[in-house]
């Protein structure tokens, strides 16, 4: 098996509460069809949002390598936040560089100087991301970064990268700094950007293979476009399940990989489907998770607790192994005949069955191996059931207008401009308990 599979079994209502029937899959496939068209139709137009399913089509491995060919680094600290700092978070782990790709995704003052004093400033690419260029958090965090380097005497300007949109307070830093600028592409939202330059930056500066992440990438898309269908296209398939159990009662969507290099995943994906599907009282709420870790803490909730989850377990078919030594140690001995991939393995499956015997519906996600090309492919079919499930859903997936208002409040408490958002917190209601 080759392709990335979307197993629904423990999602039917012959095993789960709640459950999806097979006549209900029927009958959402009719629904599926129409929402095919609708985003097939806005990706020849390059819609807003639904061009990012074009993504793989647009863009240029090469000419991002191009663009950062003269950033000789052995660290890369990005400086992004939400889907400008977990698209390319999500790459670099899956290809094996997390330990050389940094994120500073917060405005953490003990965080931002420890990673600033552990880093060598003098072989490290800053990489500043924003698609807006306005983001408070992002901008702070770049102008901390620059100081930091001038006082450690390294020429930030040699070492940085921006990427962001055609406009903009960064992208006006870029020009006069004469830094090389790529660009968020036209009608793509940051958190379905991790196929283009937004994502792919800090792994190409490591020599990662982006080139096989774009092309999973377009896999998945080709596999849309020959669908249409949640029998037939696996992204469908999990977007269809997903929105049928929401309605159903889970409104609870727990992200489970059973791979380390695939943590970041489950946090790109909490963003996805909370800034997008998160409206009109509707919208499922994310957990992070990871196998098999989260077994020893989370799993008795999703086991025993309410019936309003879905939980995703995703693993790699293929992993490079450890085996386990031998030992004749009574209550260890039968470990020494496994490896530390069969255990993990074994405890996949040990934990979606303890989920079906207790009729809590889960879906089993399966990619070859985590390298580029399979996180090219994740990504992609989690948007495509990002995107459909929004359809179903009749939300307005693309927009994120709570989480806009927060950004005005914070700015024009800041003193970053008037903004009628900003009397809110003024008037916010007090009934303190503690204290003198
Ligand atoms: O890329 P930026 O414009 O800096 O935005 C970074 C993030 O900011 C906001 O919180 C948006 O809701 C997110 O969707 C976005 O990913």
Not at 226 to 249: C, I, K, N, T, W
Request: glycine share 12%; aromatic share 6%.
């Amino acid at each position: 098996m080759t392709d990335l599979t979307v197993d629904l079994g423990n999602a039917l209502a012959a095993e789960a509460r709640p459950g999806v029937s097979e006549g209900a899959l029927d009958r959402l496939d009719d629904r599926v069809a129409r929402a095919h068209e609708t985003i097939t139709a806005g990706m020849a137009a390059d819609g807003f949002g639904y061009a990012s399913l074009g993504l793989p089509e647009r863009t240029d491995p090469g000419a991002i390598e191009a663009a950062v060919a003269d950033l000789d680094a052995d660290h890369v600290l990005t400086v992004g936040i939400g889907g400008s700092a977990l698209g390319a978070a999500t790459v670099s782990a899956a290809l094996g560089l997390a330990d050389r790709h940094h994120t500073l995704d917060n405005v953490d003052p003990v965080e931002t100087r420890r990673l600033l004093d552990a880093l060598p400033l003098d072989r490290t690419t800053v990489n500043v991301v924003s698609r807006s260029g306005t983001t408070a958090e992002t901008l702070a965090n770049f102008l901390v970064v620059r100081e930091a380097m001038d006082e450690a005497g390294v020429d930030w300007t040699e070492r940085t990268v921006v990427t962001t949109g055609a406009e903009g307070p960064l992208r006006t830093a870029a020009t006069e700094q004469g830094l090389p600028a790529l660009s968020v592409p036209e009608g793509v939202p940051g958190r379905f950007s991790a196929l283009s330059a937004v994502g792919l930056v800090p792994a190409a500066v490591l020599g990662g293979d982006i080139e096989g992440v774009v092309r999973g990438g377009a896999a998945g898309r080709e596999a849309l476009l020959a669908g249409g269908s949640l029998f037939d296209y696996p992204g469908y398939a999990y977007g269809a399940v997903a929105y049928a159990l929401e309605q159903r009662g889970a409104t609870v969507t727990a992200m489970l990989p059973y791979a380390e290099s695939l943590e970041p995943f489950a946090e790109w994906f909490a963003q996805l489907w909370a800034e997008s599907l998160g409206k009109d009282g509707l919208g499922q709420t994310p957990a992070r998770a990871l196998g098999a870790t989260d077994q020893h803490s989370q799993l008795q909730l999703y086991r025993g607790g309410r019936h309003d989850k879905l939980v995703t377990l995703v693993r790699p078919r293929e992993r490079a192994d450890m085996a386990v030594p031998a030992t004749d140690v009574e209550g260890m001995s039968y470990l020494g005949d496994a490896t530390l991939g069969e255990l993990l393995d074994a405890e996949f499956e040990a934990t979606e069955a303890s989920l079906a015997a207790a009729d809590q519906p889960n879906i089993r996600v399966e990619l070859p191996r985590v390298d580029g090309p399979g996180i090219g492919r994740l990504l992609y079919e989690m948007e495509a059931a990002c995107v459909l499930a929004g359809e179903l859903l009749g939300v307005e997936t693309f927009a994120q207008p709570a989480v806009e208002w927060g950004k005005r409040a914070a700015r024009g408490l800041l003193g970053g401009g008037e903004f009628p958002e900003a009397e809110a917190v003024a008037e916010k209601t007090t009934r303190v308990v503690g204290g003198e």
